[in-house]
């Protein structure tokens, strides 16, 4: 029997207009950071990337089944449900491993997803590198993990809540992600990396503010940390050379923030021909930045850009204001680096014409993509904290889909009317000449996906139609009777 096996089961954003053929499939990078740290301290360990694979829950139970003594579930609020699902049924086995759950809904909520859950044995919450050692030791020794920072446990009937881990200061003293025991093939995303063997790469950790609708200042405590340039080279190499891999997308939140190391990377990026994109805030994007990038042959730059309302700019705490979106998406137009715009639909108090302003802006502002987003009021945020106990918010996880449903209406709204919005969205920017000029040419590029996406985007577009055609019929009778 193998000591430890790390579960991921499904990510969040998903299956958006009813297909998968446009999903970003991405490696689980938290679990092959612990994997790695793991393996260093000698254990046998499995990464089971059940989203990648495309495995049911059946198939992954199957895997699961009396092989190993610990199973580790990276979990958020949409699978959490999946996740206890699955550990009840483990628990029926012969094996009875001891089950763990960590990440973001295990971090907010460390006590609360436990509690109630006995097929759950313990959370970890916070960064996991330094936590997982002692935690595997002791729970394969049978023994208390009383004053394990950073855990929550059972004992005697009661739930345990340890003192929180402080956070990993030198980021380059963790190792490498444990790329070996991930399915490399199955990761793609045919927009953003035009069908090309991708994977991601964290170069540093956490946020400087604290957006209201945002997960990450509770997880990093709005502090920044920082891979060097050089580790982050190592990994860049590392991966092309093992793996053949043809384009890199940083999921650093803040990529551009230190601008010394960024000019380093850039200068990196341009000798070893890699592809990349990255993602980073409005307020860390100045003229001399977007020259940078583009010197950098960066591919695109991903910015949240949410809404160009002020009054809705400051209720989600976004401490930026729509004039400093729209010179900056001008600066990055300037130079002709391409900008994949996140936008929120639903923001609390927004206005259906403050939506479509939104929407309107998107379309007009020559930006290369656009990903509209339903909001979604997860554990662990400052919205959390506001809306918990309001019956705006669902209490059901299940519907916490940020790529299509709406778990948070207020009263003044209704679901048939954000949904509505949202298909208008995704219909007037891809409509447009500009937009499907971009889709022909990354489907050109993909020759192996071609037909599924050209399908996909038939199937996409008659269906945006018919739903809009309907619930304006809808909308019409109703106003009829009034």
Same mark, same amino acid.
């Given at each position: 029997?193998?000591?430890?096996?790390?579960?991921?089961?499904?990510?969040?954003?998903?299956?958006?207009?009813?297909?998968?053929?446009?999903?970003?499939?991405?490696?689980?990078?938290?679990?092959?950071?612990?994997?790695?740290?793991?393996?260093?301290?000698?254990?046998?360990?499995?990464?089971?990337?059940?989203?990648?694979?495309?495995?049911?829950?059946?198939?992954?139970?199957?895997?699961?089944?009396?092989?190993?003594?610990?199973?580790?579930?990276?979990?958020?609020?949409?699978?959490?449900?999946?996740?206890?699902?699955?550990?009840?049924?483990?628990?029926?086995?012969?094996?009875?491993?001891?089950?763990?759950?960590?990440?973001?809904?295990?971090?907010?909520?460390?006590?609360?997803?436990?509690?109630?859950?006995?097929?759950?044995?313990?959370?970890?919450?916070?960064?996991?590198?330094?936590?997982?050692?002692?935690?595997? !030791? @002791? %729970?394969?020794?049978?023994?208390?993990?009383?004053?394990?920072?950073? #855990? &929550?446990?059972?004992?005697?009937? $009661? =739930?345990?809540?340890?003192?929180?881990?402080?956070?990993?200061?030198?980021?380059?003293?963790?190792?490498?992600?444990?790329?070996?025991?991930?399915?490399?093939?199955?990761?793609?995303?045919?927009?953003?990396?035009?069908?090309?063997?991708?994977?991601?790469?964290?170069?540093?950790?956490?946020?400087?503010?604290?957006?209201?609708?945002?997960?990450?200042?509770?997880?990093?405590?709005?502090?920044?940390?920082?891979?060097?340039?050089?580790?982050?080279?190592?990994?860049?190499?590392?991966?092309?050379?093992?793996?053949?891999?043809?384009?890199?997308?940083?999921?650093?939140?803040?990529?551009?923030?230190?601008? !010394? @190391? %960024?000019?380093?990377?850039?200068?990196?990026?341009?000798?070893?021909? #890699? &592809?990349?994109?990255?993602?980073? $805030? =409005?307020?860390?994007?100045?003229?001399?930045?977007?020259?940078?990038?583009?010197?950098?042959?960066?591919?695109?730059?991903?910015?949240?850009?949410?809404?160009?309302?002020?009054?809705?700019?400051?209720?989600?705490?976004?401490?930026?204001?729509?004039?400093?979106?729209?010179?900056?998406?001008?600066?990055?137009?300037?130079?002709?680096?391409?900008?994949?715009?996140?936008?929120?639909?639903?923001?609390?108090?927004?206005?259906?014409?403050?939506?479509?302003?939104?929407?309107?802006?998107?379309?007009?502002?020559?930006?290369?993509?656009?990903?509209?987003?339903?909001?979604?009021?997860?554990?662990?945020?400052?919205?959390?904290?506001?809306?918990?106990?309001?019956?705006?918010?669902?209490?059901?996880?299940?519907?916490?889909?940020?790529?299509?449903?709406?778990?948070?209406?207020?009263?003044?709204?209704?679901?048939?009317?954000?949904?509505?919005?949202?298909?208008?969205?995704?219909?007037?920017?891809?409509?447009?000449?500009?937009?499907?000029?971009?889709?022909?040419?990354?489907?050109?590029?993909?020759?192996?996906?071609?037909?599924?996406?050209?399908?996909?985007?038939?199937?996409?577009?008659?269906?945006?139609?018919?739903?809009?055609?309907?619930?304006?019929?809808?909308?019409?009778?109703?106003?009829?009777?009034?």
């Amino acid at each position: 029997m193998f000591d430890i096996c790390l579960v991921y089961v499904q990510p969040c954003a998903q299956g958006r207009l009813g297909t998968h053929v446009f999903d970003v499939v991405l490696p689980p990078l938290g679990l092959a950071y612990l994997a790695a740290v793991l393996e260093r301290q000698g254990y046998t360990v499995t990464i089971i990337d059940a989203f990648a694979e495309k495995l049911s829950q059946q198939e992954l139970l199957e895997r699961l089944r009396d092989k190993y003594r610990i199973v580790g579930f990276y979990c958020d609020t949409l699978n959490y449900n999946t996740i206890l699902d699955i550990a009840n049924r483990l628990k029926r086995t012969h094996a009875r491993p001891h089950i763990i759950i960590g990440g973001p809904h295990a971090t907010a909520l460390p006590g609360e997803s436990i509690s109630e859950h006995p097929q759950i044995d313990c959370a970890v919450f916070g960064e996991g590198e330094i936590t997982i050692v002692p935690l595997v !030791k @002791r %729970l394969l020794e049978e023994k208390s993990l009383k004053d394990i920072q950073g #855990v &929550a446990y059972k004992e005697n009937g $009661r =739930i345990v809540v340890n003192q929180p881990r402080p956070l990993i200061e030198d980021l380059d003293s963790i190792p490498m992600p444990a790329w070996h025991l991930l399915p490399i093939k199955k990761y793609r995303s045919l927009i953003e990396a035009k069908g090309k063997r991708i994977m991601h790469i964290m170069g540093s950790r956490g946020c400087f503010n604290d957006c209201n609708y945002c997960f990450n200042a509770k997880m990093w405590h709005k502090k920044i940390r920082l891979h060097s340039a050089e580790r982050i080279m190592q990994e860049v190499d590392y991966l092309r050379s093992q793996y053949a891999i043809q384009f890199i997308q940083f999921y650093d939140d803040n990529f551009t923030l230190d601008k !010394k @190391r %960024l000019i380093i990377l850039t200068e990196q990026f341009v000798q070893s021909k #890699v &592809a990349w994109s990255c993602s980073t $805030r =409005i307020d860390l994007l100045n003229e001399e930045i977007i020259q940078h990038l583009k010197r950098g042959h960066v591919d695109h730059v991903c910015i949240g850009i949410e809404t160009v309302n002020d009054r809705l700019l400051k209720i989600i705490n976004k401490n930026i204001t729509s004039d400093e979106i729209k010179k900056t998406i001008e600066l990055c137009n300037k130079y002709k680096v391409k900008v994949l715009g996140m936008f929120i639909i639903g923001i609390p108090q927004e206005t259906e014409k403050e939506a479509l302003e939104t929407i309107s802006f998107a379309c007009n502002s020559n930006i290369f993509f656009a990903v509209f987003s339903c909001l979604t009021i997860f554990p662990g945020t400052n919205f959390f904290q506001i809306y918990k106990n309001s019956s705006y918010l669902s209490k059901d996880y299940s519907q916490y889909d940020l790529s299509k449903n709406f778990s948070f209406i207020e009263k003044n709204r209704s679901k048939a009317e954000l949904e509505r919005i949202l298909k208008k969205a995704y219909l007037k920017f891809y409509t447009r000449p500009a937009a499907v000029y971009s889709l022909a040419m990354l489907m050109l590029r993909n020759p192996p996906q071609l037909l599924k996406a050209i399908i996909a985007l038939l199937q996409v577009f008659f269906t945006l139609t018919y739903d809009l055609i309907c619930s304006k019929e809808i909308s019409s009778k109703k106003n009829c009777k009034k």
